[in-house]
């Protein structure tokens, strides 16, 4: 396993992230125990959660990933010290979550401590912030006139990103935390919380978790070359394209228990015609690499410039041992030709 350092923290983080929002939806206890003891045994050390987790998100499963991981915890209390854990704040919008209120300094301080007593450990290493209390590009929005950037109120926005900043130092002087970071946000955001954090001599972001894969790479170049000379890490969610680059859902196949049985929070907006003609054009390439679909992509994502730690998921065992495989497949300069090939004919699919 490679390791390589959190942003400018002071953290070494395995080059794989394990992801856990099936847990409590699609994974129970049993599944969660396996997929950990599997992934810490092959030298993951670093697990990311959330509060709003499992996923899709209901008020009946709200907190249960973090339990599920805490129980665990609790079983292997020797091995924490080894490990980085993150979770995130839920932003506004859940209802049953605060009354679905922005992330604001109080709510900070209530959801650490929250978080703290469901993950069953006296402090989190890295907390992020689950999405902006702004309305941001991402989730199919990047597209131009999804948005009006004029006519948000970045003073408005830059002041409550202070109250955000000046809870996150509270709960890092007072042990709770160790380092603070964000989850779909943009270049604006980064730049203005570094901003903020050198003016007032406040805590640093040191990471950002973006969807990024194959099929979404709008985070190339200008959010990427930000993070790689800012020292903020970069880590990509939904490397498989919420399964789709595995192929699985190719020719309207829905296999049982998969995440496009269940009911879709944004709908399946990223099943289209031009994502569909891209992924039949990967599985032919993985096939001709003697790899799976879902190695192909995830090691195509592995080997791109500026990229920390790849947050992988898996709702069966299986489906980890083939996942983590991937991080030690190297592509060559002529495999990634002719990833590029496809990508240059299907830029933006969804």
């Known amino acids: ?74 079983r292997h209390s020797a091995k924490r010290q080894e490990l980085v854990i993150a979770t995130k704040i839920a932003g506004n919008g859940l209802s049953y979550i605060r009354g679905g209120g922005d992330i604001s300094g109080r709510a900070i301080i209530e959801a650490v401590d929250a978080s703290l007593l469901r993950l069953q450990t006296d402090y989190i290493d890295l907390y992020q912030l689950h999405w902006p209390n702004r309305t941001t590009p991402h989730f199919g929005k990047q597209w131009p006139g999804k948005l009006k950037f004029s006519e948000v109120n970045a003073e408005q926005h830059s002041d409550q990103m202070l109250d955000i900043l ?22 604006w955001g980064i730049s203005e919380y570094l901003r903020l954090s050198e003016k007032h001599d406040l805590p640093r972001m040191v990471s950002i978790q973006n969807e990024f894969n ?10 990427i070359e930000h993070c790689v000379h800012a020292d903020v890490a970069y880590l990509p969610w939904s490397p498989l394209g919420g399964g789709m680059l595995s192929g699985k859902y190719l020719k309207g196949q829905r296999p049982p228990g998969s995440r496009w049985t269940l009911m879709q929070r944004n709908g399946l907006f990223r099943d289209t015609e031009q994502s569909r003609a891209a992924i039949a054009e990967y599985v032919e390439l993985a096939a001709s690499f003697a790899i799976t679909p879902s190695q192909l992509a995830l090691a195509w994502c592995h080997q791109v410039d500026g990229v920390t730690s790849t947050i992988i998921g898996a709702t069966s065992l299986a489906q980890l041992q083939e996942d983590i495989q991937a991080f030690s497949i190297p592509l060559s300069d002529e495999q990634m030709a002719a990833i590029d090939k496809v990508q240059k004919r299907y830029p933006m699919p969804f």
Not at 1 to 15: A, C, H, K
Not at 215 to 223: A, I, M, R
């Open 166 to 187: 000046q809870a996150l130092a509270s709960c890092i002087q007072a042990g709770k935390i160790r380092h603070c970071g964000l989850s779909d946000d943009t270049t």
């Open 214 to 223: 194959l099929l979404h790479t709008k985070d190339w170049p200008y959010l």
């Open 1 to 74: 396993m490679q390791f390589t350092r959190l942003g400018s923290s002071n953290l070494q983080v395995s080059r794989v992230c394990l992801g856990t929002m099936t847990w409590g939806k699609q994974n129970n206890q049993a599944d969660a125990d396996e997929q950990l003891d599997y992934a810490v045994a092959q030298g993951i050390n670093f697990i990311d959660t959330a509060e709003m987790y499992a996923v899709p998100p209901t008020a009946e499963t709200y907190g249960s990933t973090e339990r599920i991981l805490g129980n665990w915890l609790k």
